[in-house]
Structure formats: C-alpha cells, structure tokens
C-alpha cells in the first residue's frame, strides 16, 4: 500500500522570502503521479502542482517548484517570493497510473503554512 | 466557467434523516468521486466513478451510497446519517486516461460541511 508523509504540520515564512515543504511517499509502483494541493481558509482544494513519475525534469508553476526525487521518493514544494494569499494548508498527494489506476489520491496529513507580512 | 458544483455546502441535520448531496460537474468527465476530510486522518475516498453506470467503493464506504444515472451527476447518499457521519465532503472529476482511470489532476468542489447531530 502507498503512504505519503508531511512532517512539518506547521511552517511559518516571511513575505517574500522562499520556503521548502517536505513530503516523502512509499510505493512500489513505477509509474504514478505526484501533486502538491492547496486548502485556504476556504476549505477549497486547489491544485498547485503535478508531477508524473517517469519525467526527470521538476515541474514548475510560476513561484512554485518542485525537487523530485524518485530513488528517495522525496518531492518537495518550494514557493518562491511567499505572498499572503499563500497562506493554507498544503498537502502532497500520490496517484497510481496506467493500468489498474482507480483515481485514488493518497494524501499525506497536511502542512499548514502561515506566510507573515 | 469550468467547476465541480455540491449542494449544499452547509447542512446540520439529525440521525436517521435520509440525505443526498449533490455534484455536478461541466467538464464532461468520465471519472468522478467522493472523499471525505477529517482531522488528523486526512482526505479519504468513499466511492469512485469511472463512467456512466460504473461505480465502485473506495476506502470508507460504509453508510454512504452513490448513483451515476448522467456523467455529469454524482449524488452522494446517505441512507441513515450517524453522527461518525460528521465530516467535510469533497467531489472530484477528472478525464480518463486511455488505459482508464483519471488522466492525472482531480478537480474538487468547494466541499460541503456536514454535522449530524
């Protein structure tokens, strides 16, 4: 069975300044996705960022970047220049491809990031 | 505008009392489904839908049940609500890949707070 691990259930971060969120997963599949998620205060679930296994090369979305690491299945979310709308809980999210894939997402338990003005 | 629609998003009700809530989503998607969020135990899946007519249980079934009559529709029942019931749902849709199952990101609704007293 797939786990996925935040360990930080807490993170503070100055405006502006940059902050890596820590996720590591347990699978052994070889072929499967990796998202990062984001929950303000709205309770929405907000997409930030994906990954699919097979490509070497980290996913970026603007201010956001990911360090993938396959061997250590590790992939972290690093946001550059932080701003206040930043401000949610963040979870690191596994899904199964290909073949046999039910579209279940395994969440890790979330870490909840306060960017300060 | 693109969107996964439930209804409602806020219901206080009693134990015993039947209810549905609803989802609809716009993008004409095969795959659909429902999660459920609680503290300190994450999202977890209760039922998925890989199309029309096709629907299968996740990891917390239990006291829920789905339909899915239209692919745009996905109604999660509750028969008998018991106050364990009490949690924050999600609905999900995505596309399908070739080989089936979601093509990668899930897009959620907004969630809907459910207190069973």
């Known amino acids: 069975a797939q786990t996925v691990t935040q360990s930080q259930p807490e993170m503070s971060v100055q405006e502006a300044e940059t902050v890596t969120l820590s996720c590591t997963y347990d699978?052994?599949?070889?072929?499967?996705?990796l998202f990062w998620y984001k929950q303000p205060p709205s309770r929405q679930m907000i997409l930030v960022i994906r990954?699919?296994?097979?490509?070497?090369q980290n996913a970026t979305e603007n201010r956001f970047s990911v360090n993938f690491q396959k061997a250590a299945k590790s992939f972290s979310l690093k946001i550059s220049d932080s701003q206040l709308g930043d401000t949610a809980m963040y979870f690191c999210?596994?899904?199964?491809?290909?073949?046999?894939?039910?579209?279940?997402?395994?969440f890790g338990q979330g870490t909840t990031l306060q960017v300060k003005p | 505008e693109a969107q996964v629609t439930q209804n409602p998003r806020y219901l206080i009700t009693v134990t015993g009392k039947k209810l549905t809530v609803t989802c609809s989503q716009n993008?004409?998607?095969?795959?659909m489904s429902w999660y459920r969020q609680d503290p300190g135990l994450g999202l977890r899946q209760i039922y998925y839908?890989?199309?029309?007519?096709?629907?299968d249980k996740g990891d917390v079934p239990e006291g829920y049940k789905v339909s899915r009559k239209e692919k745009r529709n996905f109604p999660l029942i509750l028969e008998s609500p018991s106050p364990n019931q009490t949690s924050l749902y999600f609905c999900?849709?995505?596309?399908?890949?070739?080989?089936?199952?979601?093509?990668?990101?899930?897009?959620f609704g907004e969630g809907s707070r459910l207190t069973v007293l």
């Open positions: 999900a849709s995505s596309s399908n890949q070739r080989a089936g199952g979601p093509a990668g990101e899930l897009f």
């Open positions: 699978t052994s599949e070889n072929n499967y996705y």
């Open positions: 990954q699919e296994a097979y490509k070497q």
């Open positions: 999210a596994f899904m199964k491809h290909g073949s046999g894939n039910t579209g279940k997402l395994i």
């Open positions: 993008m004409n998607h095969e795959y």
């Open positions: 839908s890989m199309n029309v007519e096709v629907t």
